[in-house]
């Protein structure tokens, strides 16, 4: 299976903070990489799929880059509704696998 | 909008089986689009960690499964109902976890593949103990 592997496991941060988040794969996916956000005790929220397209309704300071093992989530201008954890996944191969998850705290 | 709703049994009893329905309203599981198809999947959480997926299926009966969990796992749809379930045996403490079923939009085209579990249901706790 991949292993995604995402860091750091968690950080503070304040509101109006630019934070960057990154995940790795175990060997290339191409661009085939999603991204969730899972407020506590929530379902987890697509975010990004296709490694840098928004899904709709999703705020745009959230974008994501990367290609082949390594990717970004990068949120401009945190907001209060942003703390969250937030998970990568590959959907090159199967099992789907998700990076074990980023935590984002208010500092 | 589409909506999903996870239904079954809170606690089974170690060595027995996890029974678990996911109810689809707004929407017909069997819709699929020119450009997109649909699958229907389930991902569980074990208690302070990660997701983990279990496995998908299209309205047809076509799945996939972690190989990890495949011993163990059964994803069926039933069109007629408008749900899917999922049944898991012989399950131990290490099954105990959050259990969300999803929904997966795929697309593809030329030169690109898009996937996303877009809607989830809200979850719903399963604890294995005797």
Redesign the interface.
């Known amino acids: 299976a991949i292993r995604m592997t995402q860091s750091p496991s968690s950080f503070s941060a304040s509101a109006g903070d630019r934070v960057t988040i990154t995940c790795r794969a175990s060997r290339g996916i191409s661009n085939y990489l999603a991204w969730y956000q899972q407020k506590s005790g929530r379902a987890p929220k697509l975010l990004i799929y296709g490694a840098t397209t928004l899904q709709s309704g999703v705020p745009s300071r959230f974008s994501g880059s990367g290609s082949g093992t390594d990717f970004t989530l990068t949120i401009n201008y945190l907001q209060s509704e942003d703390f969250a954890t937030y998970y990568c996944q590959q959907y090159y191969d199967y099992p789907r696998t998700f990076g074990q998850g980023t935590k984002v705290e208010f500092k | 909008q589409v909506q999903l709703q996870e239904s079954g049994p809170g606690l089974v009893k170690p060595s027995g089986t996890l029974s678990l329905t996911c109810a689809v309203s707004g929407g017909s599981i069997s819709s699929s689009t020119i450009s997109s198809s649909y699958w229907w999947s389930w991902?569980r959480q074990p208690p302070g960690k990660?997701?983990?997926?279990i496995g998908?299926i299209y309205h047809s009966g076509s799945a996939?499964?972690?190989?990890?969990l495949e011993s163990r796992v059964t994803i069926s749809v039933d069109k007629s109902k408008n749900q899917f379930s999922l049944k898991l045996s012989s399950v131990t403490a290490a099954d105990t976890a959050v259990y969300?079923c999803t929904r997966v939009f795929m697309v593809a085209g030329g030169g690109?593949?898009?996937?996303?579990?877009?809607v989830?249901?809200?979850?719903t706790t399963v604890t294995v103990s005797s």
């Open positions: 991902v990660g997701l983990e997926w998908e996939n499964y972690n190989p990890s969300y690109y593949y898009y996937y996303g579990m877009d989830w249901g809200q979850g």
